[in-house]
T-cell receptor
Framework: DADVTQTPRNRITKTGKRIMLECSQT?????MYWYRQDPGLGLRLIYY???????NKGEISDGYSVSRQAQAKFSLSLESAIPNQTALYFC???????????FGPGTRLTVL | KQEVTQIPAALSVPEGENLVLNCSFT??????LQWFRQDPGKGLTSLLL?????REQTSGRLNASLDKSSGRSTLYIAASQPGDSATYLC???????????FGSGTQLTVLP
C-alpha cells in the first residue's frame, strides 16, 4: 500500500461549491504539506502543519483552509471553488523540518 | 524570497548518453536541496536529498551535486534509458519557515 494517499484522485466541480481533498499517511511523520501544481509554475505551498496543533499558511493560502484531524490526516478545503483553482493538488509528508519530503499521487481538480 | 530556476525546460537525448540537468537558486542560505522525478499525471518521486553540508549524493546511475556558494545544483544521469523519460524537479529548503521552493522542472525525453 502507498505510504501517502489522497482522495479523490480526480474531481470535477462547479464554481461556488465547497470541496474537500483528503490526505492520509502511514509513514508516522509529524509534518504534512499541501501544494498545488500549475503548468509552467512548478509547485507552490498552500499550507503546512508541523503537528496536530501547529498549522501555518504557505505562499498561496487565500481561498483555502485546512484541518489536521490526526497525525496521519490532513485535509484541504476550498470553501467556494473558483475556476482559477483548477490545478493538480499534492499532499506531502516529512519526518523532520529539513528532511526529505514524500508526496502522494495527487488530486486533479477541475472547477467549471 | 528564494527563486529556483531549471534550464532547459525540455531536453531530448539518445539512449545511452550521459546527461546533466541544471538547477540554480537565488538564496544560497539553503538547508538542503531535493531532486524529484514526476511521470505524466503522477505524483513526485524523491530521487536524492543533498544536505547543505554535503557536496554530492549518489544513487545508482544518479549523482547530484551542490555548490551553495554559486547557487547551483546538478543532477547527472549516466547511461540514460528510455525509462528515464520524465520531468525532473529540484527544490530547495530555505528561509525561516524552512519551506520547499520548487523549480519549474526539466522535461527529459530519452529516445530509443
Amino acid at each position: 500500500d502507498a505510504d501517502v494517499t489522497q482522495t479523490p484522485r480526480n474531481r470535477i466541480t462547479k464554481t461556488g461549491k465547497r470541496i474537500m481533498l483528503e490526505c492520509s499517511q502511514t509513514k508516522g511523520h509529524d509534518r504534512m504539506y499541501w501544494y498545488r501544481q500549475d503548468p509552467g509554475l512548478g509547485l507552490r505551498l498552500i499550507y503546512y502543519s508541523f503537528d496536530v496543533k501547529d498549522i501555518n499558511k504557505g505562499e498561496i493560502s487565500d481561498g483555502y483552509s485546512v484541518s489536521r484531524q490526526a497525525q496521519a490526516k490532513f485535509s484541504l478545503s476550498l470553501e467556494s471553488a473558483i475556476p482559477n483553482q483548477t490545478a493538480l493538488y499534492f499532499c506531502a509528508t516529512s519526518a523532520v523540518a529539513l528532511g526529505e519530503q514524500f508526496f502522494g499521487p495527487g488530486t486533479r481538480l477541475t472547477v467549471l | 524570497k528564494q527563486e529556483v530556476t531549471q534550464i532547459p525546460a525540455a531536453l531530448s537525448v539518445p539512449e545511452g548518453e550521459n546527461l546533466v540537468l541544471n538547477c540554480s537558486f537565488t538564496d544560497s542560505a539553503i538547508y538542503n536541496l531535493q531532486w524529484f522525478r514526476q511521470d505524466p499525471g503522477k505524483g513526485l518521486t524523491s530521487l536524492l536529498l543533498i544536505q547543505s553540508s554535503q557536496r554530492e549524493q549518489t544513487s545508482g546511475r544518479l549523482n547530484a551535486s551542490l555548490d551553495k556558494s554559486s547557487g547551483r545544483s546538478t543532477l547527472y544521469i549516466a547511461a540514460s534509458q528510455p525509462g528515464d523519460s520524465a520531468t525532473y524537479l529540484c527544490a530547495a529548503i530555505s528561509g525561516s519557515a524552512r519551506q520547499l521552493t520548487f523549480g519549474s522542472g526539466t522535461q527529459l525525453t530519452v529516445l530509443p
